[in-house]
Each structure stands twice: as C-alpha cells, then as structure tokens.
C-alpha cells in the first residue's frame, strides 16, 4: 500500500497538505488538486484541497463501511480539525459532496508558516513532493523532475505565489460506491 506524502492514495493521518485524514483503512482518489497561493508576507497563506471520486481501496464489505464512516468524521468530527491544527493548517472550510455521481471532498485551509506545514519537505527554499509511479500529473506550475521510480516537483520560494499541482491516480480501480452510500446517508440524516 503507498503511504508517500503526495500520492493520492491516502492512508491517513494525511499529509499536511496533501490530506491529513487519520484513520484504519485507506481511501483513493480518482483525482486529487493541491492549490497554495502565498500571502504577501510570503510565509502564510491558504491551501485548497480537492478529492475526487473518493473509495475504499479495500474489497472487504465491513472495511468499505469503516472507510466510508471515517471520510463522514472527516466531515462532521471535531477530532479532524484538531489533526488539520497539529498539521499547521486551520481548516476554514470542509465540503464532502456529490460530482457527477461520485464522492467530492473540498478543504479549505489557511497556515501561518508553509514551512511548519511542510517540515518534511522544504530543502534550501524549495519545496519538493516526491510523487509515486502509480500517480501522473495532470497539470501543476512546479518543475517536474523525472527519476527512476518517482517523479519529483519542485517550486522554488520564495517568489512563488501560487503552487498548484493535480495529479490521477493511474490504476484507479472501483471497489466500493461510496457516491451511493453518501446519497442514502444524506436521505437518513436530512
């Protein structure tokens, strides 16, 4: 199972940026975009996360059910916005909906220091994700750096403004339907 900070299969915690979701199972996405845009002072700012068709990676029933009523802590929980604040991030905004019939998780988060948030990551002003053979990289304003068995991004700060990086997952295989659940909880819970 990949755990690498910018895949986007995500056991959690997640990643600072890329998602700090803590539980047992692990979850994918079809589809993940980091967007960071740097205030003035060049040191905070606001991270905007975005996951799409979220599933189970698991085919086991009773895992799918877990997995799914953790993305629903990550939602309504206070416990995650306490994990987001230890990650450097105060989470200003969490939406879990519906996009074209699949599940769409949306943060919106402000730090005060994007190097507290990516601790892991920063070397001489540059801020670097290393991302997995399993994921491509759709679109993003980084460098891209092909190696062996990664492809690494870097954006070199300060100066930069914005950081966007989207990626896919390359084998994204369906195991659960989590869209369906989250349209029988919306009918249970109003």
């Given amino acids: ?8 299969i995500v056991c959690f915690p997640l990643l600072s940026l890329l998602l700090p979701f803590l539980f047992s199972g692990c979850l994918v996405s079809e589809t993940t975009q980091f967007t ?3 205030n003035d002072d060049g040191k905070s700012g606001t991270i905007v996360t975005v996951m799409r068709n979220i599933q189970s990676d698991d085919s086991d029933p009773e ?5 799914f009523e953790e993305v629903l802590r990550w939602w309504k929980g206070d416990d995650y916005l306490l994990e987001r604040m230890h990650d450097g991030l105060y989470v200003k905004e969490r939406k879990l909906g519906l996009e074209q019939d699949s599940l769409l998780w949306q943060e919106t988060a402000i730090f005060s220091d994007l190097t507290d948030v990516f601790k892991r990551d920063f070397r001489n002003d ?3 994700f290393a991302i997995g053979e399993d994921q491509r990289i759709v679109a993003t304003n980084g460098t891209v750096v092909k190696e062996n068995d990664s492809t690494l991004v870097y954006w070199a700060l300060p100066g930069t403004r914005t950081l966007s990086l989207t990626m896919k997952t390359g084998s994204f295989t369906v195991k659960s339907n989590f869209a369906e659940r989250f349209r029988k909880y919306l009918k249970e819970n109003g």
């Fill in 1 to 8: 199972m990949n755990t690498t900070r910018s895949a986007t």
């Fill in 36 to 38: 960071v845009t740097m």
């Fill in 126 to 128: 540059t801020l670097r």
């Fill in 63 to 67: 895992k799918q059910e877990r997995d």
